[in-house]
């Protein structure tokens, strides 16, 4: 890690001026493409990557003059489309090409992400109108020995519903597709029609 340190007397309390960050040894950062930090407000800060092919190094560093020491929490880095981008995480959000019909008393909505890290998933709605419940579950579309099997409560601590569906989905759910960014909503009505809960940008 290389670091440029000020000569002005207040520099113990502005923190050091890292110039740039170097990681040695780092054939497998050599598809890096995207950079940041998040500073010490939560505000995220584009820095730039470069991959050294003859030394074997992947250096970042703030073209607009260093990283303060004392005002960043952390710094990620990925390549763009691979990896889950914390730089831009809406970024990984999943969309869908349609969203279902909730006239009947069940549903499914398959919801993809540009980000291959994150794999495709199915969403499934269920209302049971005499019970005042819906249920939304959700599991991976295409499941490989890779890829762990989502938690879910067992039914021996919420219990078993045993009754069939009943009542229309569209009086307790909501699904929305934003037409610029694709990001989906899903907001649970209570049974005044107010919004109870939102799912919004998964």
């Known amino acids: 890690m290389k670091q440029i340190i000020s000569e002005k007397s207040d520099d113990y309390y502005n923190g050091f001026n890292i110039d740039k960050l170097i990681i040695a040894d780092a054939e497998d950062l050599s598809s890096i493409d995207t ?6 407000t939560g505000a995220t800060q584009a820095l730039t990557s470069a991959y050294d092919e003859k030394a074997k190094t992947l250096t970042i560093s703030n073209a607009n003059g260093g990283i303060v020491f004392n005002q960043f929490e952390r710094i990620h880095y990925l390549q763009k489309g691979v990896d889950h981008n914390l730089c831009d995480a809406s970024s990984d959000f999943y969309t869908t090409d349609k969203i279902p019909d909730l006239s009947g008393s069940t549903a499914s909505m398959d919801l993809t992400s540009a980000t291959k890290a994150a794999v495709p998933i199915t969403m499934k709605f269920t209302a049971h109108q005499d019970l005042g419940i819906v249920r939304i579950k959700w599991s991976y579309t295409t499941q490989d020995k890779d890829v762990k099997t989502p938690f879910e409560v067992p039914t021996e601590i919420i219990g078993e519903i045993s009754k069939d569906p009943s009542g229309k989905l569209s009086d307790w759910v909501q699904i929305n597709k934003d037409q610029t960014s694709g990001v989906v909503t899903v907001t649970v009505l209570d049974s005044n029609e107010m ?3 939102t ?3 998964f």
């Open 35 to 40: 950079a940041c930090y998040i500073d010490n």
């Open 195 to 197: 919004p109870s809960y």
């Open 199 to 201: 799912l919004n940008g």
